[in-house]
């Protein structure tokens, strides 16, 4: 055998094709991938709420989030009699919102009241916890065209951009030094096909416009509605009107 041909036993970076398999195979199945997606929200849901979400039993969808679970993709709390389940971390929401970004458009609404959550969702939602939609992207841009942000090879915050977070009360510093997670990045759309702002600093920032009342959800799921408040702060803040 040739000294340059690969064998088995030397995927690049450790990655073994049966691990890679396994962990595809756990959102391969229609159901797992909607409670995936259900739980982009960054709240944590009950196994009975999954169910009726998704349309299965209860004991088939026990079944299914166990399944995640041992598969690292959710994480597990018990209350009582209750038990929630949430995504495991900002990791497994980047990889779902990522995978979804990369899958084929959905078909056309076929009713208008899906007609209307499909928009609604399209104009402004939460992508686990930083803004996304026609909302989180339109941010982004005035972000980057203000100075606040700049795009090399990924989003990096400005001292303008750390000065323009303290302005709004949020203290970038100090979150950074309490983990690991990246003070920003790219987060590819699923419905505008373009990057929006991840990380510390698009967490922080939508964590402000909800507890602002800036934006208000819309119902249980991930849809945000831009208040009269949020209209006139996202004008005078970034020069941006809320999406239609």
Sequence with gaps: MSPTTPTRSTAPSGLRGPQLARLAALVADETRAAM??????GR???????ARYTGVAPSTASEH?????EGGLLAEERQGRHRYVRLAGPQIAQLIEDLSAHAAPPPPPRSL??????????RARTCYDHLAGRLGTAITDAMLERGLLQKVTG??????????????????ASTA????????????????RRPHL????GAALC????????????????????????????????????PE
């Design 36 to 41: 995936c997606l259900a739980l982009l929200d």
């Design 44 to 50: 944590a849901w009950t196994a009975g709420e999954l």
């Design 65 to 69: 989030l166990t399944r995640l679970i």
């Design 113 to 122: 009241r899906a007609a209307s959550a499909s928009g609604a969702m399209a």
């Design 155 to 172: 989003f990096a915050l400005t001292d303008a951009g750390m000065a323009w977070f303290r302005e709004l009360g949020i203290d970038l």
């Design 177 to 192: 030094s309490r983990g690991r997670r990246p003070m920003v990045r790219s987060c590819l759309d699923w419905t505008e």
């Design 198 to 201: 991840a990380g510390l600093a």
């Design 207 to 242: 964590r402000h416009v909800l507890d602002t009342g800036w934006c208000v959800r819309i119902g249980k799921g991930r849809a945000l509605r831009v208040s009269p408040e949020g209209e006139h702060a996202l004008d005078e803040l970034l020069g941006i009107t809320a």
